[in-house]
């Protein structure tokens, strides 16, 4: 199990929360996502180790700015 943390840039609202969670929930192996809009970031929880390429896809598809690990 991991956990780890990015930095997300763009989310201003609940909305941008929903759609942010929304898609690292879809990437395989993600258990739970926690995002803090206040902050800036997402929280995502796996069963293992995730490549950080299909986290950043995720967000920016979402319509976000990844910034990497925060």
């Known amino acids: 199990m991991t ?3 990015y ?3 763009g989310m201003s609202c ?3 929360r929903r ?3 929304h ?3 879809a990437v395989p192996d993600v ?3 926690q995002v803090d809009v206040v902050k800036g970031i997402a929280r995502v929880h796996s069963e293992r180790e ?3 390429e299909a986290i950043r896809v995720a967000i920016e598809d ?3 700015e990844f910034l990497g690990k925060a």
């Open 19 to 21: 759609a942010v969670e």
């Open 62 to 64: 979402a319509g976000y």
């Open 7 to 9: 930095s997300v840039n």
């Open 14 to 16: 609940d909305h941008c």
């Open 50 to 52: 995730l490549a950080e």
């Open 23 to 25: 898609a690292l929930k």
């Open 31 to 33: 258990l739970q996502v």
């Open 3 to 5: 956990d780890v943390v």
